[in-house]
């Protein structure tokens, strides 16, 4: 069914439950999988960073976008990524259609309607600026549930 994924963190609880969910679809569908990791900016930084800019400290993201990489290539799904610095809806439309994705699998957080109103609809965004599907991962994918999945693959490849 889906043969291209795209799964997109931001390192919030709520997008990591995405990358679970996502994880074990792109292994049931045996989809080719792109991770991505973003970095978001608050406004003030990226004024701050126009007058003075300052190296980044990308280490946690890189070592989210590494373990979720390792825990994909044990699940035996095929899975390349990146990490990127900005705006997440944005980069989201863009790396999915240079990858040529066939769904998006992204979180949720439920935001009040003031932060709605003040940051717009990233949702609506999104879901206008691709002609793939998107799911909006909520199941929460269990430590066990989800090691039981890596042992049976590890299983599998071992035999």
């Known amino acids: 069914m889906y043969k291209r994924i795209l799964l997109a963190s931001d390192g919030t609880r709520e997008s990591l439950v995405a990358l679970r969910e996502g994880a074990l679809l792109a292994k049931s569908t045996g989809a080719h999988v792109w991770l991505l990791i973003i970095q978001t900016e608050a406004p003030a930084v990226r004024v701050a960073d126009g ?26 799904v095929q899975a390349e990524g990146e990490v990127v610095i900005g705006e997440p809806t944005m980069l989201i439309a863009k790396r999915a259609k240079a990858f040529g994705a066939e769904l998006v699998v992204v979180g949720h957080r439920r935001t009040s309607l003031l932060e709605r109103w003040w940051s717009g609809s990233s949702g609506g965004y999104l879901v206008d600026s691709l002609s793939c599907s998107v799911l909006v991962a909520r199941e929460v994918v269990s430590d066990a549930v989800f090691d039981a999945h890596l042992a049976s693959s590890s299983a599998v490849a071992a035999a």
């Open 51 to 76: 007058i003075y800019p300052a190296p980044r400290d990308l280490s946690g993201a890189l070592d989210l976008l590494q373990q979720g990489l390792s825990r994909l290539s044990a699940l035996g």
